[in-house]
């Protein structure tokens, strides 16, 4: 077969999480429109901290099930401290160096154990805000930028910093089939670019360096905080809840603070607004239906990086950017989309199952037995190194057998 599944895993279906709810979230979206960029950040950063009610929720259940367990080690930790102190007593009254060099290795290992928690935090809070400053910058400044311009650029510039972030962070590295189909991508989106710049009436260049430095600026530091939360989560032994949890936390407390102070100050509207919009803008089922939506996408954003990679993310900027031009082309202000650009929606119809199945070959879910395109994919070096393994197995087996009949040639 030509083209064959990778190593399929159902955990791909958190990859579908993110663009099905980010494409709720836009038809929620239309039914509050006083919505402004503080409340659209501020969801984004609830989503992440009620993260921690699920981490509460999975303790809590866990928990139950390993008392005894939980019983048994503190037992053998009690045992162990009793055992340290029969240990110190003895060498008490053997040799004093020995006690101080005991005493060394214990401060030591505390040492180490500071710093790995300092480590930790700094790591969290370089993560938080990164996302804190992409999101208020993406969220306040959309407005101003042409939206047409923004359709197709970000896929763009992710796919560019996600790779090189990952190549730098977590040592990743790129084969002949993940290059083709890279380039593969980038063509069909930049033809997406200039066809997009081609048919906007009213365009100037301007406009044109606006939307790239906008798109330039957020997506870089999107694509550094998720390979960062990739390493934190691959480096420490985080719960996953809790590590959004945490990130959420340190985000929503300084836009709520911020945003009571403005409230009750009376400054203008659009320099605040998440208490506005929710208790006076908006009906109360509102605000609640939209965190759903965000706490799903979220999630759903961040097993994909926990599971698989951030390379993978790539596959879920495509999805919800191929779900929000297929909106564009029906619906606009809940009116049939009635254009004459016609060219428009038959490049989209036949490039983006181009892009959407090159995607899939970067990330190995789809494999090209063609022109050694598969040699460097993981499925196949699995099936090498198992392959070696069993020939290793054999010729050491053969080995001592050979040897066995000669010695017992030679003792007959």
């Excluded at 020939?391 to 001592?400: D, G, H, L, P």
Aim: net charge neutral.
């Amino acid at each position: 077969m030509i083209i064959q599944l990778g190593l399929f895993d159902y955990k791909y279906l958190f990859l579908l999480l993110f663009p099905v709810f980010g494409k709720i979230i836009n038809f929620i979206g239309p039914i509050i429109e006083n919505k402004n960029p503080y409340y659209k950040s501020f969801n984004e950063f609830l989503s992440l901290t009620c993260c921690g009610f699920i981490h509460l929720i999975i303790k809590c259940t866990i928990k139950p099930e390993n008392k005894n367990q939980t019983i048994e080690l503190q037992k053998s930790g009690q045992l162990n401290s009793i055992n340290s102190s029969k240990d110190i007593s003895e060498l008490n009254g053997r040799k004093p160096s020995l006690v101080e060099i005991y005493k060394k290795l214990i401060e030591e290992d505390k040492e180490k154990i500071k710093i790995q928690n300092k480590n930790n935090i700094l790591y969290i809070l370089l993560i938080s805000i990164l996302q804190m400053i992409a999101t208020l910058f993406k969220n306040i400044f959309k407005e101003s930028i042409n939206s047409r311009l923004i359709n197709n650029l970000p896929i763009l510039m992710e796919s560019i910093f996600i790779i090189i972030f990952s190549m730098i962070f977590l040592g990743f590295s790129l084969y002949i089939h993940q290059y083709i189909s890279l380039a593969i991508i980038l063509i069909c989106i930049i033809i997406f670019y200039i066809e997009s710049m081609v048919y906007e009436t009213n365009l100037t260049v301007i406009n044109i360096f606006q939307s790239f430095i906008y798109t330039f600026f957020y997506e870089k530091i999107y694509c550094l905080s998720d390979v960062l939360g990739k390493k934190y989560l691959n480096k420490y032994m985080d719960d996953f809840y809790l590590f959004l949890f945490k990130i959420g936390i340190i985000t929503t407390i300084p836009l709520l603070i911020y945003d009571i102070i403005a409230f009750f100050c009376k400054l203008d509207i659009k320099y605040h607004g998440i208490i506005q919009t929710i208790f006076v803008d908006s009906e109360l089922w509102v605000f609640p239906s939209t965190l759903l939506t965000y706490i799903l996408s979220e999630i759903g954003l961040w097993l994909t990086i926990y599971y698989f990679s951030p390379c993978h993310l790539i596959i879920l900027g495509t999805l919800e950017d191929f779900l929000e031009l297929i909106f564009s082309f029906l619906y606009i202000n809940n009116k049939l989309y009635n254009i004459g650009r016609k060219e428009i929606i038959i490049t989209f119809y036949a490039l983006y199952p181009i892009v959407f199945f090159s995607i899939l070959v970067f990330n190995e879910i789809i494999i090209l037995n063609l022109c050694g395109l598969n040699e460097n994919t993981t499925k196949y070096i699995m099936k090498r190194e198992l392959i070696d393994d069993k020939k290793s197995y054999y010729s050491r087996n053969n080995t001592r057998n050979e040897s066995g009949l000669f010695f017992g040639k030679i003792n007959k």
